[in-house]
């Protein structure tokens, strides 16, 4: 499909630019807010998310059913309490119908609970990945169609011991609910394989210097196998390249967001590392499945290098969200009518194609869908690209557990789950 490039700006200055309700104020028009991180470490990740946004809407010509999609952004920086703010602005002056976001994990906590006080809108999860924010008292207005973090790892943990005989890690993370939630799916399966972690380090999101950090890390392998890193951004890029002008070399099994396009996209040190990093989640750049290979000409052919070399997770989770609201609302003919009634409940039978493959929700909105196990590679064009080791159906919120044995393991934390060596 050949899509012609609408600017709908991409900074974090637009919500201020635009937040004038004159500029709104028409009733045959459906607003979108799109909320995320466009300043701090995860800068990067919150611009394509927002490209993901707007390379759906324009899929949809820019309309549903005769009424025009218009779409608003606002910003954050990681931080809780910005989120909410900036959605406030969004939802309380600004009128959206539809929220797309956030980014970060302990953002979409916050936003799930807002919701609960704005029934008249509805909120669509934009990348954050936290368990909590739909399994512990969901939000009726609030959906998830994309997976979380514990669901994108859990294939991983016992895929390195079973396939690599990695039996004792260390780890390496940010310090909030989002890599907990990444440890907490490898953890699961990793030690019920009879993997142990011989130690774990938290590090405060935006941290520049990791020196104290490295100097407790082993350099190399020997009674430790591997190190499993949980950062994103420009954390990861920090790290990695700080690990790297020390000498280490001790093999990394990488969080979701290590791998990320945006992360492999980075030059100087960190990148001697990146190559042969075993990761999962819901994309692989070197999928060869039919819907990827058209998101992805799709999003180059929208943004040429102004993008990502291909789509990052942030892209994939923003549109695969934003593309269930044009369903469901095009499903209703563009009625918003009685709080969002009917189009709340297309939402709730909506199952679709995503560019990975099927997707749908259960009881608490959070989707269902396939991970990839992937290990970075090298093109010979010296790209770095995700392939594909195994790819994983229909991952559910409980991790395939079933709900009785997932319940038992607790909520994700510093400390849960734990198989120390």
Known sequence: MKLTRRTLGLTAMTAA????????????????GGLATLEGPFAEPGEDGLRGVELAIAEFGNEIAGTPIEMITASSDGNPDVALESARRLVEQDGVDILVGPLSGSEGIRLAQYAKERPETTFLNGGSAAIETTLVDPAPNFYRFNTEGAQWTAPLGEYVVNERAWDNVIIVSEDYSFPYAQIFGFMA??????GTVEDKFFTPVGTNDYSSVIAQLPLEAGEV????????GSDAVNFLSQYAQMGGQLPIIGGTNVADQTVLTTQGPARRLLPGILSAGPVSDNADNETWLEFVAQYQD?????????????????????????????????????NHEAFRQALDELAFESPTG???????????????INEVVE?????LRLEPLKRIENVDQFLTLGEPVYSQLGLPSRDNPSCPS
């Open 17 to 32: 630019l635009m937040s004038s309700t004159a500029l709104w104020a028409q009733e045959d028009l459906v607003l979108i």
């Open 189 to 194: 399966t990793y030690c019920e394989a009879g």
């Open 379 to 383: 093109t010979q064009d010296g790209d």
């Open 225 to 232: 196998d591997g190190m499993f890193v949980v950062l994103g």
């Open 302 to 338: 929208y943004y040429g290098e102004e993008g990502l070399p291909t789509p990052s997770i942030f892209a994939y989770n923003y549109y695969t969200n934003t593309k269930a609201a044009l369903l469901a609302l095009q499903a209703v003919e563009g009625d918003l009518s009685n």
């Open 358 to 372: 099927p997707v749908s929700i259960n009881e608490n909105r959070q989707a269902t869908a396939a991970i990839y």
